[in-house]
């Protein structure tokens, strides 16, 4: 199970997968990947709805449904790349920035660590701590 740390504007989550960190990267940049677990246990991400273009400037953006019906197109911009350890991007709409970490485990598998600064103070919740240990749980479910 993931937990989730929060610190002032920074939300902190981990999680150990089974995996490599080779499986761990390609769930994190393809379409499949991402509409797989992107909602973790909050919402649905149709797979059709999910674009990448995986470089530094580039996007990518996916579309959450919540269990009540309601949809929301969410769009990042890739701050840099490398490949299959670190991922940094942007979400204009809210000026969050996440520093997604891919180690591999001294035991084997992948630790997983995703960092989101520049919070707002609305998303500095228990809610919102909650459902990032809940992509990174649907993550590992999608791995195994």
Not at 29 to 40: D, N, T
Not at 86 to 99: H, K, N
Request: proline share 5%; glycine share 12%; net charge negative.
């Amino acid at each position: 199970m993931s937990g989730a740390e929060m610190h002032g504007d920074v939300l902190i989550a981990r999680r150990h997968v089974a995996t490599g960190p080779g499986r761990v990267w390609a769930a994190f940049v393809s379409p499949a990947g991402i509409a797989a677990f992107w909602g973790g246990s909050h919402a649905t991400v149709p797979a059709g709805s999910v674009v990448v273009e995986l470089r530094p400037g580039g996007e990518f953006a996916l579309d959450t449904r919540a269990a009540s019906g309601v949809t929301r197109r969410l769009r990042f911009v890739y701050v840099s790349i490398a490949e299959p350890h670190e991922l940094v991007f942007d979400e204009p709409a809210t000026g969050i920035r996440t520093t997604v970490t891919i180690g591999a485990a001294a035991g084997g598998g992948a630790d997983v660590m995703i960092h989101q600064c520049r919070l707002p103070v609305e998303l500095r919740t228990r809610q919102a701590a909650d459902g990032l240990a809940s992509i990174l749980d649907a993550l590992a479910v999608h791995l195994e």
